[in-house]
C-alpha cells in the first residue's frame, strides 16, 4: 500500500475497534469474542454488573494484559501486540494516584517535564485544563487539601493533558457521593466530548452510562448483549438482561401462557377504569414527584411509578398503551 493510501485507510478508520476480543482464565471465558467501534470524540460506556469483564476490556485496550483472540486497532493500525507505553492511551480509575506531596499544578506538569514540553508550554497547557475543569484557584494546593470530587477532576486533567488517542476511564466517580456524580456528569461529558480522542467509560450505573455516553455497550458474563443509543437501548432493548438494565425503577417482566415474557417499564402504566390488570397496592416509596408503588397482580408483583395519591390496600385496574409492550421469549430472553 502507498503511504498515501494507508493514511486515507487509516483517517477512515475508526479510532478504536475491537475485533472478536477473547481472554480466558484457565479453563474460563472471561471474554467471548466482543466486537466493538468508537469514533473519534465518541463516549462509549461499557456498562454491566461486577465480574462481567468490564475492566479486563479497559486492561486489554491499554495494553496491561493480553487477549488469547482478536485484535485492538488504533486509528486503523492494530496495536494487539504493542507495548502499553506505546499506544498512547490514558487511563483514569477509581483511585485518583495523584503524588501527595506534589502541589495541583506540578501533578499537572510532571508528565508533561519528563517528556521535554518547554515550562512555557507546560504553563498554559496546565493552566488551560485547570480552567476547563473549574480547579483555576487550586494549583497550589495539595492533594490531602482537596475534596474528592476536586481530587478526581485533577486526575482527569492529568490525562487530558497526555493528549492520548483513546481515553480510558474505569469507573472514575464511584469513590464520590450520590450529589457530586451527578454535579460532575454534565461537565465530564463536556470535557469527554470536546476533544478527538475516543473515550471508553466503565460503569455499573446506568443513569452515569446514559447521563455520559454517546452509546452503551452492554455486558452479561463476559459477551456483549448490545450496544445503542440509551435511547435505543431503553426503547428497544435486545433481551431481558439488556431490558433489566436499563431504566429504573426496573422494568416488570411478567411470564405469559404462550411462552413469552411481557416486559413492561413501571413509568409506562396508568389506571384504567375497566378491562385493565386488577392490582393492589401492596407498598410505596415517596421520590419527590413521583411515588413508587409494589403491586399485587395474577402475574406477580409489579412496580408503578405515578404521581397518583393511591395508598397501600388500595385496589384498581392498570393499563399500557401497545407501543410500550416489549415481548422476549421466556427459553432464551431474546426479544420477539
Ligand atoms: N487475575 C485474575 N484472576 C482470576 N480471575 C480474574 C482475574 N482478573 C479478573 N478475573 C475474573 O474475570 C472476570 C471479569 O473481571 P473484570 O474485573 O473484568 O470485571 P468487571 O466487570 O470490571 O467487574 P467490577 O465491576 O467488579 O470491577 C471476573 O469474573 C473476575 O473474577
Given at each position: 500500500?502507498?503511504?498515501?493510501?494507508?493514511?486515507?485507510?487509516?483517517?477512515?478508520?475508526?479510532?478504536?475497534?475491537?475485533?472478536?476480543?477473547?481472554?480466558?482464565?484457565?479453563?474460563?471465558?472471561?471474554?467471548?469474542?466482543?466486537?466493538?467501534?468508537?469514533?473519534?470524540?465518541?463516549?462509549?460506556?461499557?456498562?454491566?454488573?461486577?465480574?462481567?469483564?468490564?475492566?479486563?476490556?479497559?486492561?486489554?485496550?491499554?495494553?496491561?494484559?493480553?487477549?488469547?483472540?482478536?485484535?485492538?486497532?488504533?486509528?486503523?493500525?492494530?496495536?494487539?501486540?504493542?507495548?502499553?507505553?506505546?499506544?498512547?492511551?490514558?487511563?483514569?480509575?477509581?483511585?485518583?494516584?495523584?503524588?501527595?506531596?506534589?502541589?495541583?499544578?506540578?501533578?499537572?506538569?510532571?508528565?508533561?517535564?519528563?517528556?521535554?514540553?518547554?515550562?512555557?508550554?507546560?504553563?498554559?497547557?496546565?493552566?488551560?485544563?485547570?480552567?476547563?475543569?473549574?480547579?483555576?484557584?487550586?494549583?497550589?494546593?495539595?492533594?490531602?487539601?482537596?475534596?474528592?470530587?476536586?481530587?478526581?477532576?485533577?486526575?482527569?486533567?492529568?490525562?487530558?493533558?497526555?493528549?492520548?488517542r483513546v481515553f480510558l476511564l474505569d469507573e472514575p466517580m464511584s469513590n464520590l457521593?450520590?450529589?457530586?456524580?451527578?454535579e460532575l456528569r454534565p461537565q465530564l461529558r463536556a470535557i469527554l466530548c470536546g476533544?478527538?480522542?475516543?473515550?471508553?467509560?466503565?460503569?455499573?450505573?446506568?443513569?452515569?452510562?446514559?447521563?455520559?455516553?454517546?452509546?452503551?455497550?452492554?455486558?452479561?458474563?463476559?459477551?456483549?448483549?448490545?450496544?445503542?443509543?440509551?435511547?435505543?437501548?431503553?426503547?428497544?432493548?435486545?433481551?431481558?438482561?439488556?431490558?433489566?438494565?436499563?431504566?429504573?425503577?426496573?422494568?416488570?417482566?411478567?411470564?405469559?401462557?404462550?411462552?413469552?415474557?411481557?416486559?413492561?417499564?413501571?413509568?409506562?402504566?396508568?389506571?384504567?377504569?375497566?378491562?385493565?390488570?386488577?392490582?393492589?397496592?401492596?407498598?410505596?416509596?415517596?421520590?419527590?414527584?413521583?411515588?413508587?408503588?409494589?403491586?399485587?397482580?395474577?402475574?406477580?408483583?409489579?412496580?408503578?411509578?405515578?404521581?397518583?395519591?393511591?395508598?397501600?390496600?388500595?385496589?384498581?385496574?392498570?393499563?399500557w398503551e401497545p407501543r410500550h409492550e416489549h415481548r422476549f421469549r421466556q427459553a432464551?430472553?431474546?426479544?420477539?
Amino acid at each position: 500500500m502507498s503511504n498515501a493510501v494507508a493514511s486515507a485507510a487509516a483517517a477512515a478508520a475508526p479510532a478504536l475497534r475491537l475485533e472478536g476480543l477473547e481472554r480466558r482464565l484457565g479453563e474460563r471465558l472471561i471474554l467471548a469474542g466482543i466486537d466493538l467501534t468508537v469514533a473519534a470524540g465518541e463516549c462509549l460506556a461499557l456498562l454491566g454488573p461486577s465480574g462481567c469483564g468490564k475492566s479486563t476490556i479497559l486492561r486489554l485496550i491499554a495494553g496491561l494484559d493480553r487477549p488469547d483472540g482478536g485484535r485492538i486497532l488504533i486509528g486503523g493500525r492494530d496495536m494487539t501486540c504493542v507495548p502499553a507505553g506505546r499506544r498512547q492511551v490514558a487511563m483514569v480509575f477509581q483511585s485518583y494516584a495523584l503524588y501527595p506531596h506534589l502541589s495541583v499544578a506540578r501533578n499537572l506538569s510532571l508528565g508533561m517535564e519528563l517528556r521535554g514540553v518547554p515550562r512555557q508550554r507546560r504553563e498554559e497547557s496546565v493552566a488551560r485544563v485547570l480552567a476547563m475543569l473549574q480547579l483555576e484557584g487550586f494549583s497550589d494546593r495539595r492533594p490531602a487539601d482537596l475534596s474528592g470530587g476536586q481530587r478526581q477532576r485533577v486526575a482527569l486533567a492529568r490525562a487530558l493533558l497526555r493528549e492520548p488517542r483513546v481515553f480510558l476511564l474505569d469507573e472514575p466517580m464511584s469513590n464520590l457521593d450520590a450529589q457530586l456524580r451527578e454535579e460532575l456528569r454534565p461537565q465530564l461529558r463536556a470535557i469527554l466530548c470536546g476533544g478527538q480522542a475516543p473515550v471508553v467509560y466503565v460503569t455499573h450505573d446506568q443513569q452515569e452510562a446514559m447521563g455520559i455516553a454517546d452509546r452503551i455497550a452492554v455486558l452479561q458474563d463476559g459477551r456483549l448483549q448490545q450496544c445503542g443509543t440509551p435511547q435505543e437501548l431503553y426503547g428497544r432493548p435486545a433481551n431481558v438482561v439488556v431490558a433489566s438494565f436499563i431504566g429504573r425503577p426496573q422494568i416488570n417482566l411478567l411470564p405469559m401462557d404462550d411462552g413469552t415474557v411481557l416486559g413492561i417499564r413501571p413509568e409506562h402504566l396508568h389506571p384504567v377504569a375497566e378491562g385493565g390488570l386488577p392490582v393492589q397496592v401492596l407498598s410505596r416509596e415517596w421520590h419527590g414527584a413521583s411515588q413508587q408503588l409494589t403491586l399485587a397482580s395474577r402475574h406477580g408483583e409489579l412496580r408503578w411509578t405515578t404521581d397518583g395519591s393511591q395508598v397501600i390496600g388500595d385496589a384498581l385496574q392498570l393499563g399500557w398503551e401497545p407501543r410500550h409492550e416489549h415481548r422476549f421469549r421466556q427459553a432464551t430472553g431474546e426479544r420477539c
